[in-house]
């Protein structure tokens, strides 16, 4: 096999994978003599015109994302030799989550969610910078040997869903991992990487996958017929506030999801310490708009939740250990009785003030001029000491 040079500068050295839109080599820059992660373009791409304009765009909002999470991008271009385009990264000596699930089947509950924590940091930093990723899954997901977790392919997705070559019904990755809205065809907002992450926890602590479809269309009815069993009950070391915790970013409603990837940490790493997500409850209208809805003022909604406005959106399975047991009727019912007898005296009191009164307009209209009529003051903080004055009084002047 020959060796083969991209643009000059990149000889590539063997294949490290490949998929339907592109094939990744390990490469050396001879330039910076360092080993690099090559990724060659299907050729049918360079026919498009629309490809090309916003491949070269993507690929200059992907280079400025420089963060710990996030594969750094080196270079991109068209190779004169070959018409092919490319995309030069960071090259991560490991495993992406596709080989792990692959290999492994499944991860331990404690590293998954060490995975998503580093991931979710990722999206994060991406959003506030105004790229949403699109393509989220775990083959995009890179365990370096340190343990270090990145995010690979940002804004080559969006290239490719809007470009001609892409044809109806057919899909960008793989379906499952499609937020409802990306597989009704509406744009995709950060809100849907923080679904397909979401897909990914899910997968990762199970094993499966929440919606096993094949096409769109048989994904787009399961989402809608079918709630995915929560994860507490397939997998004994998930807890049920972690199983809570990644169903809100599995959420069909974009608004029910966290309201940032960052909030989605938190979330996942309070449910797996055993604290429940936050109460639903209905958005603040005055709070001020997060950093990173500034940046993506476009593409979110307005007014978006808080931090302390995560909504859960599982309906509560029944269960002692899940919903508080309905109260006793009687214990419901105590304090009211406990309000008729506070008012029961006053009721007394009042009635036996009306007594006197009457006796005593008695008294004065049918005794003569000069019999005496006694007064008292009868008014007691007690109200049954009232009451027994207030009868003396009576006989007093009806004697």
Request: glycine content about 8%.
């Amino acid at each position: 096999m020959s060796v083969e040079e991209i643009a000059g500068r990149y000889t590539l050295e063997g294949r490290l994978g490949f998929g339907g839109m592109s094939t990744v080599h390990l490469a050396l820059d001879r330039r910076l003599e360092r080993q690099v992660a090559v990724k060659l373009l299907a050729e049918h791409l360079a026919d498009d015109p629309a490809f090309v304009s916003r491949f070269q765009r993507e690929a200059q909002a992907a280079a400025r994302l420089v963060h710990p999470n996030i594969v750094q991008v080196f270079d991109s271009g068209r190779d004169e030799r070959s018409g092919r385009y490319f995309i030069v990264m960071e090259y991560i000596e490991g495993q992406s989550c596709a080989e792990i699930l692959r290999d492994d089947g499944w991860v331990e509950v404690d590293e998954a969610v060490r995975i998503i924590e580093q991931a979710c940091e990722g999206l994060h930093y991406a959003h506030r910078h105004g790229v949403v990723h699109r393509d989220v899954k775990p083959g995009n997901l890179l365990r370096a040997r340190e343990g270090d977790i990145k995010l690979a392919d940002f804004g080559i997705a969006k290239a490719t869903e809007q470009s001609s070559i892409t044809q109806v019904g057919s899909v960008l990755g793989t379906a499952a991992y499609l937020a409802p809205e990306q597989a009704r065809g509406e744009e995709a907002g950060p809100s849907a990487d923080l679904y397909a992450l979401g897909v990914v926890t899910y997968q990762l602590m199970s094993g499966r996958l929440p919606y096993e479809a094949t096409s769109l269309t048989e994904l787009a009815l399961k989402q809608q017929q079918e709630e995915p069993p929560t994860l507490d009950t397939i997998v004994a070391a998930v807890s049920p506030e972690l199983a809570d915790a990644v169903a809100i970013a599995l959420a069909l409603d974009p608004r029910d999801r966290y309201p940032s990837a960052r909030e989605m940490r938190r979330g996942l790493s309070e449910g797996a310490r055993g604290i429940s997500p936050a109460e639903p409850h209905e958005p603040s209208r005055t709070s001020p708009p997060t950093s990173a809805t500034t940046v993506l003022a476009a593409g979110s909604r307005a007014g978006g939740a808080g931090p302390a406005e995560r909504v859960s959106p599982r309906k509560p399975r029944p269960g002692p250990s899940r919903t508080a047991a309905p109260a006793p009727a009687a214990a419901r019912a105590a304090p009211a009785r406990g309000r008729q007898r506070s008012s029961r005296p006053l009721l007394v009191l009042i009635a036996l003030l009306a007594v006197v009164l009457v006796v005593i307009a008695a008294v004065l209209i049918s005794a003569p001029s000069s019999t005496k009529v006694t007064l008292r003051n009868v008014v007691y903080s007690d109200v049954h000491q009232a009451s027994e004055s207030l009868q003396k009084l009576v006989s007093e002047n009806t004697k």
